[in-house]
Each structure stands twice: as structure tokens, then as C-alpha cells.
């Protein structure tokens, strides 16, 4: 199933005109309204992969939900199965140190903090996985990634 509806959309357009003054697809002629809606569509849909991915493959393509937390498995593209959508070797195995799309030289206001990540347990069913809330990496239809573009639209 598709992750992203035509009400959601327009939940998400209505939350954010609410709290801007320039607003979302409401300003200009009709022609440029028209557009920037093709614009952003077309963006929109060659990113997540014509709106089936909420995440980006490699880095959480493979991922589990235990108890209301995400878990991803990041992964080389070597080492993804694209029909399964599973990863045979984790980037993380061993303890390797995981820290994708993150720029260590950007702090807050410029960028969220990187923290060096590793597996969530050495043994077990999380081996291999690590905490989708603590990593950088594309998600939603825009496919957002690194840490000094989270900051950034957080501001939004």
C-alpha cells in the first residue's frame, strides 16, 4: 500500500498555510499555481519512488517495529535485495560505526548534532538494526536527508 493519500496531502498543505503567510500552492496566477503543483509532484514522486517509499531503501529499506519504535537495517546496495527488500550483511554488523548523511562540522542553529551510531544488540533479532530515530536519512515524499537539512525544516 501506498504510504501517502491525497487527504494526507491536503492535511499536511492546510497545516502548514495555517502558521505562514506565504502560502502553499495559493499564491500567483492560476497558470503558476498549476505549476508549482506539477512541480512539486513531479519531485515528490521521482523521490520516493512514485510515492510507495516513506524511507529511503538502503538506509531503512529493511526495518522492524518493536513496541512502537522503527528499527533499520542500513545496507549497501551490493547487499539489498530489491525484491525482498531485506539486507544480508548489515552496515552496523560487528559494531561498525554508522553515521550516514550526517556533517560532523554543522551544530545547532546550522545543523542537528551527529551522534556515531552502532547496532542495537550484538545477538538477537535487533542485531544488525539500528534506531530509525537516532540516523539521517531520506524520508517522506520530499526525502529529507542530512542532519543540516533536518534543522532546517524543522524551522519551516
Same mark, same amino acid.
Request: hydrophobic share 30%; proline share 4%; glycine share 8%.
Given at each position: ?10 492535511? &499536511? $498543505?492546510?497545516?502548514? @498555510? ?7 500552492? !495559493? #499564491?500567483?496566477?492560476? =497558470? #503558476? $499555481?498549476?505549476?508549482? $503543483? &506539477? &512541480?512539486? /509532484?513531479?519531485?515528490? %514522486?521521482?523521490? +520516493? ?8 531503501? /538502503? *538506509? ?8 512502537? !519504535? ?17 539486507? +544480508?550483511?548489515? #552496515?552496523?554488523?560487528?559494531? &561498525?560505526?554508522? @553515521? ?9 542553529? =546550522? ?5 556515531? $551510531?552502532?547496532?542495537?544488540? =550484538?545477538?538477537?533479532?535487533? *542485531?544488525?538494526?539500528?534506531? *530509525?530515530? !537516532? ?8 526525502? /529529507?536527508?542530512?542532519?543540516? @537539512? ?5 524551522? %519551516?
Amino acid at each position: 500500500t501506498f504510504p501517502y493519500t491525497y487527504d494526507g496531502l491536503c492535511e &499536511a $498543505i492546510a497545516d502548514y @498555510n495555517k502558521d505562514h503567510t506565504e502560502k502553499v500552492f !495559493k #499564491m500567483g496566477s492560476e =497558470e #503558476m $499555481i498549476r505549476a508549482e $503543483i &506539477a &512541480a512539486f /509532484l513531479g519531485n515528490t %514522486a521521482h523521490e +520516493s519512488d512514485d510515492f510507495e517509499a516513506g524511507r529511503e531503501y /538502503l *538506509a531503512c529499506g529493511d526495518r522492524k517495529e518493536v513496541d512502537g !519504535k522503527v528499527y533499520c537495517k542500513p545496507c549497501t546496495n551490493d547487499l539489498f535485495d530489491w525484491e525482498k527488500f531485506k539486507c +544480508s550483511v548489515s #552496515m552496523v554488523d560487528q559494531n &561498525a560505526p554508522y @553515521n550516514s548523511y550526517c556533517q560532523p562540522g554543522f551544530e545547532p542553529p =546550522e545543523g542537528c548534532v551527529c551522534e556515531t $551510531i552502532t547496532q542495537v544488540e =550484538e545477538s538477537g533479532p535487533l *542485531a544488525g538494526y539500528v534506531e *530509525a530515530s !537516532k540516523v539521517f536519512y531520506g524520508r517522506g515524499a520530499i526525502q /529529507l536527508s542530512w542532519n543540516y @537539512n533536518y534543522i532546517r525544516a524543522s524551522f %519551516a
